[in-house]
């Protein structure tokens, strides 16, 4: 029986636009993160991820759509925010979020060839991080923990996706679909259905 590659090692294996796809579908599930943190904490425009992803999902759909990805960089490098300057826990998985745009988008200026992977680290660093913050997990159960599960099995569907036949505008949809298929940020936090 060969032995299943790791959901990282899968992540790496991904090509253009399916690993631009598979980050956005990320980004989508923790960009919830950074929105409320924004919001509460009054840093930045909480729409500075948000606009940042739906012109990733764009590019995805209209090649041809003429987007400066060099200039969403400068923005999401300006809002992304400085832990010691602020004491809630909210701002580690904002930044995980604003971290992991950055990667993709160096992923879509082929500045990072395996920004897809970082993206894939951060969104279950950021799970596993929260779960010991919050203590309703170990370091030895963590990952036997619904929530880590849940983001394993959602980074594993998003893969099969993009495994499967079809234009890459219908993988999009069906994407964006898992992404928000729970109604969850990957930590947890309920989305808001208006968005």
């Known amino acids: 029986m060969t032995k299943k590659l790791s959901t990282f090692a899968q992540v790496r294996a991904l090509q253009g636009t399916d690993a631009i796809a598979f980050s ?11 929105r409320l943190f924004c919001e509460l904490s009054e840093f930045a425009d909480a729409d500075t991820l948000g606009n940042c992803l739906a012109l990733i999902w764009e590019s995805l759909v209209s090649p041809k759509s003429k987007i400066n990805f060099a200039i969403q960089l400068e923005k999401v490098e300006e809002a992304t925010p400085d832990v010691a300057d602020f004491d809630s826990y909210g701002v580690y998985p ?6 992991a745009m950055s990667s993709a988008i160096n992923l879509i200026l082929k500045v990072d060839p395996h920004g897809a992977v970082v993206v894939s680290k951060l969104s279950q660093g950021s799970v596993e991080a929260y779960l010991l913050a919050t203590g309703e997990a170990t370091d030895d159960d963590v990952k036997d923990h619904p929530l880590m599960q849940f983001e394993i099995a959602i980074q594993q569907e998003l893969l099969a996706v993009l495994d499967g036949k079809g234009p890459i505008t219908q993988k999009v949809a069906t994407l964006k679909s898992v992404a928000s298929s729970e109604g969850i940020s990957n930590i947890g936090l309920e989305l808001n259905p208006s968005q």
């Open 24 to 34: 956005a579908a990320l980004l989508q599930r923790m960009e919830p993160n950074y």
């Open 94 to 99: 904002a930044l995980d979020a604003a971290i």
